[in-house]
């Protein structure tokens, strides 16, 4: 398999050397056509084998030309011939990606960063497409900070940071047009319906799965444990019926996102599990335990076992909730969970000197029987 690109790149340095006179109108498209034909020829006659790098070979090859074009246009390029045939040996370069990418995708290098010409052909169509399906987004009142995440992964100028690769380009351009074409005429009826969608979509930045964990939590954060636990597994029906639309991902090296966040889905079910079953052998027979304590007492005594680690709880909400249900005091025989909350994180020096001299009577007792 020969390399098909040293003429153009002749073409190029004689160009940018200013021996425009040395080329003729017909030779860039002739050019062209012969290089097309070669890269076929090759691609159906050759080594299966050498295919895939024959390919990335030409396609580095022009990201190579596409560069020295880059920093040309940065230079003079005076005379009106010399810019027709600058312009000229730009668009082949285009138009042979173009072919590339349209006839041979499978053996591109995906993981190739796009040359900042190229971006800047590709980026206005796709940053029309996304303008409008961000207000389509704004109009249906779908969260600001979803929008904002989609936002940030659409190239914003031809020298993006970090560097947009092909494969990534690819999966925008497409994600956008789907997008369009599931929501244009038909806006999300809320923010889920589009996390579903995007799911679908294997759209799997750690920004989106972040933003999917927060918005899950602050679905439950309202709800008694039984409901926490019905809203779970709903979400993880959804995710399981959520078929996918693409098998390709925007970020190679992450998981798919419907993966990752099942497994976030299920440790929160067995955690809420965990408690509810905490619960059901701690109180088996009776809704109440009746302690010797007052409210802002108990607070202390259950914050104190959290701290050292004999309670296991990371989230304080359902502690309050669990004692708001399961205990109650001398002055209280229904402990409100405000009470509580607020005895939790305020209290008073008799009241701790309360509860330390219960821990001393229970040391005292634990040196004498064991």
């Not at 042979?96 to 591109?108: A, H, Q, R, V």
């Not at 389509?136 to 600001?144: D, G, K, L, S």
Request: net charge negative.
């Amino acid at each position: 398999m020969n390399y098909e690109l040293f003429v153009l790149e002749s073409l190029i340095e004689d160009c940018l050397e200013g021996k425009q006179e040395e080329i003729t109108e017909t030779f860039i498209p002739e050019e062209k056509l012969r290089i097309s034909a070669a890269i076929r020829r090759n691609v159906l006659t050759g080594d299966q084998a050498l295919i895939t790098p024959f390919i990335h070979q030409h396609q580095h090859g022009l990201i190579w030309m596409l560069k020295k074009m880059e920093q040309a246009e940065k230079g003079n390029i005076n005379s009106k011939t010399q810019q027709r045939i600058y312009q000229d040996i730009l668009d082949v370069i285009i138009t042979l990606f173009d072919e590339l990418e349209e006839f041979y995708p499978e053996y591109l290098d995906q993981t190739t960063a796009v040359p900042a010409l190229m971006l800047k052909e590709r980026n206005a169509g796709l940053q029309l497409k996304w303008n409008t399906m961000q207000t389509i987004f704004m109009q249906a009142n779908v969260q600001t900070r979803l929008i904002d995440i989609l936002s940030e992964f659409m190239p914003s100028s031809a020298h993006s940071s970090p560097p947009v690769c092909y494969g990534q380009l690819n999966y925008l351009d497409s994600l956008t047009q789907t997008l369009s074409d599931q929501f244009a005429q038909s806006p999300p009826r809320d923010t889920f319906e589009l996390i579903i969608f995007l799911i679908r979509l294997n759209f799997n930045p750690t920004t989106f799965y972040d933003f999917c964990n927060e918005f899950l939590i602050q679905s439950l954060d309202s709800s008694t444990l039984p409901s926490r636990l019905e809203l779970l597994y709903y979400f993880k029906k959804r995710l399981t019926q959520a078929t996918l639309i693409t098998t390709t991902y925007y970020q190679k090296d992450l998981p798919s996102i419907n993966e990752s966040l099942t497994q976030m889905v299920d440790a929160e079910i067995e955690y809420l599990k965990s408690i509810s079953t905490l619960s059901e052998n701690l109180a088996p027979e009776t809704k109440h335990f009746q302690v010797n304590l007052t409210v802002r007492q108990l607070a202390i005594f259950i914050n104190l076992q959290i701290s050292c680690g004999i309670i296991i709880a990371d989230k304080p909400k359902i502690i309050h909730e669990y004692v708001s249900e399961h205990y109650s005091t001398p002055d209280a025989d229904k402990i409100s969970e405000k009470s509580f909350k607020n005895a939790y994180y305020g209290n008073s020096a008799a009241d701790l000197d309360k509860v330390l001299e219960k821990i001393t009577q229970m040391l005292i007792i634990g040196q004498k029987k064991y």
